[in-house]
Nanobody, 123 residues
Framework: QVQLVESGGAWVQAGDSLRLSCAAS????????MGWFRQVPGKEREFVAC????????AYGDSVKGRFSVSRDNVQTTVSLQMSSLRPEDTALYYC????????????????WGQGTQVTVFA
């Protein structure tokens, strides 16, 4: 079955680092741009980062540039989000998503979604 499963969410202190992982199965991972999005109650889903299906390009939302880094492992079929210098405003449910042969930052362009993993950053 087509599936994305996020892991690694936790309660962390402001300034800490955290690594989120997403395990993909049931589809051709190498043909999908992999993205990370986040959402808090009452807010729209926000683009965080993505890595192109070809692997050579990455993109980041303005609020996380310089702090977050996305990577993928096409052998393990996983994508990771390394988060550094975390801030309370980074608190959100983080989603992993896949976009077929696209390189996009819009949630509507992603076809496959995980269930999310919660990240809470306290001051």
């Amino acid at each position: 079955q087509v599936q994305l499963v996020e892991s690694g969410g936790a309660w962390v202190q402001a300034g800490d680092s955290l690594r989120l992982s997403c395990a993909a199965s049931g589809f051709n991972f190498t043909k999908y741009t992999m993205g990370w999005f986040r959402q808090v109650p009452g807010k729209e889903r926000e683009f965080v980062a993505c890595i192109k299906y070809t692997g050579e390009s990455t993109a980041y939302g303005d609020s996380v540039k310089g702090r977050f880094s996305v990577s993928r492992d096409n052998v393990q079929t996983t994508v990771s989000l390394q988060m550094s210098s975390l801030r309370p405003e980074d608190t959100a449910l983080y989603y992993c998503a896949a976009s077929y042969l696209k390189y996009r930052s819009r949630a509507s362009e992603y076809q496959i979604w995980g269930q999310g993993t919660q990240v809470t950053v306290f001051a």
